[in-house]
């Protein structure tokens, strides 16, 4: 038999690999066995247990009996948490759930309606912390090793990266990145980091493809921004949950202020990691998640929304602000004064607001209102000319724009036009002066609340970056 030339010989081992690799494939991607994946994401029965009974008590000392069954148990390659809001995702949140904890178990598993975020930080995870200060070898490399799934909406995450930044503020680093099953409706947070717009429905067949990627997938950081509202005291207002009362809250001297200070003063902090906005598009939102929580029969899908979404946009007004008197559909200028401080720049600057602006965004991810664009994807030459950096999730900076009435809004999340490109910004104070209007609306990361507002004193609102920036693991394909 003839032996193969050099290049022959070079052709059939290529083919050989070609062929073997699609062996190794399933349709979606390389074969992922089973077991081999259960044994890295699964924690040894003893910290699963340490866990669970820690929360159910609310006492870190009620799982340290588990510690006696440590006996040189060796820590997975790749243990993970999963979060899953199970009423989010129609049926499929608590199908999912169900088929997780028969992969992983239950210990691992958390619908959070019956766990919450900062009971898993406050009591599981620290059950785990203090197997480590015993020296146990096992609950150390799980504790560093450990990667979080989280199961929701933008919201739910949000709620989760909240509550694992709380391990940074006390030391208890490092905190574990964090990857995304999209069961919300926009998904915003899931569309910029590759994790997708929505639950596909083949998703028991890619639960392992999930599970996989979560674990070995790059990490990438995301910024978030600390909220304070300063309201005068005695007006009553109604929060959302990305909202709480808060101590009062001393304002920057260095700006000058349009209205008076009040005397006495109610303030609420939060913090938000896709965007805040002031104006009528929140003002729809508010009308619209009204409805949903009165009549929640009637927004029982995607298109049923967006119909009812639309029709709160003729009824408010927006698409014909030019034709109406009501002062509260007049520009933003008229009650609204806004300075910012640019990156790494200790210095206010005033900010001229366009007149025709009825309502204004400040956005931290290239995603918005379901996978729309609104800051676009600028050219080098126009970045330059406005003094713009390209914007990232992870910069520093905030990207403020304004929406026109409803046509221009339309247009702009058709993708058509940009927004009103105003400034970024790596804080912002606005002061909401009162005057003819009685309140007026607003929203962060989808949850809008009425704003009131006092026709002697001034409400102000500051947005600053929270020190600490929290990981994700991206997804298939990142915009961010």
């Known amino acids: 038999m003839e032996s193969l030339s ?43 247990f340490a866990m ?4 159910a008590a609310k006492d870190i000392e009620a799982g340290k009996h588990h510690y006696d069954d440590a006996n040189l148990v060796v820590a997975p390659e790749s243990p993970l948490v999963v979060f899953v809001n199970a009423k989010s995702g129609g049926r499929h949140g608590s199908e999912l759930q169900s088929r997780l904890q028969k992969f992983m178990g239950d210990e691992q598993v958390f619908d959070l309606h019956n766990i919450k975020p900062h009971e898993f930080v406050q009591y599981g995870l620290a059950c785990i912390e203090s197997f480590v200060d015993h020296g146990d070898c096992c609950a150390k490399e799980t504790r560093e090793r450990l990667r979080i799934i989280v199961a929701g909406g933008d919201g739910t995450v949000g709620w989760v990266l909240g509550c694992l930044g709380e391990l940074h503020e006390h030391g208890r680093d490092p905190v574990p990145p964090t990857a995304i099953i999209p069961l919300g409706t926009g998904n915003d947070l899931s569309r ?49 949950h990305a909202l709480k009362h808060t101590e009062e809250v001393v304002l920057d001297q260095d700006l000058d202020i349009e209205g008076q200070l009040p005397k006495e003063v109610s303030c609420y902090q939060g913090v938000f990691y896709n965007y805040f906005s002031i104006g009528m598009d929140a003002q729809v939102a508010y009308g619209f998640h009204q409805l949903r929580n009165e009549k929640p029969h009637l927004a029982q899908g995607r298109i049923a929304n967006k119909i009812i979404y639309s029709g709160y946009c003729c009824k408010q007004g927006w698409f014909f602000t030019p034709c109406m008197n009501d002062p509260s559909l007049r520009g933003l200028k008229n009650i609204l004064r806004m300075h910012i401080k640019k990156l790494n720049s200790t210095k206010w600057e005033l900010v001229t607001l366009p007149a025709s602006i009825r309502s204004i965004v400040a956005l931290n991810l290239p995603n918005y209102a379901s996978g729309r664009n609104p800051w676009g994807n600028l050219k080098p030459e126009y970045l330059e000319k406005k003094g713009f950096v390209e914007a990232n999730s992870d910069d520093g900076l905030l990207e403020i724009f304004g929406l026109k009435q409803g046509w221009h809004a339309s247009f702009v999340m058709a993708e058509l036009i940009s927004a009103k490109h105003i400034a970024q910004a790596a804080a912002i104070r606005f002061e909401l002066r ?21 026709n ?5 609102l500051d947005i600053k970056r929270v020190p600490f920036q929290s990981i994700l693991v991206k997804g298939e394909s990142s915009n961010s």
């Open 434 to 454: 009162g005057g003819t209007w009685r309140e007026c609306f607003m929203q962060m990361d989808g949850e809008p609340w009425k704003q009131p507002m006092n």
């Open 52 to 55: 669970r009974d820690a929360m």
């Open 6 to 48: 050099g290049s022959e010989a070079s052709m059939t081992k290529s083919k050989s690999s070609v062929i073997e690799s699609i062996k190794g494939c399933s349709l979606k991607g390389v074969r992922i066995p089973k077991d081999e994946l259960r044994r890295k994401i699964t924690m040894p029965e003893y910290l699963r």
């Open 456 to 460: 002697e004193y001034s409400t102000f």
């Open 192 to 240: 910029s980091f590759g994790w997708g717009g929505s639950f596909s429905i083949k998703w028991k067949a890619a639960v392992k493809r999930i599970l996989d990627r979560a674990i070995n997938a790059p990490l990438a950081r995301l910024d978030s921004w600390d909220f304070v509202i300063s309201m005068p005291a005695g007006a009553e207002l109604d929060t959302p």
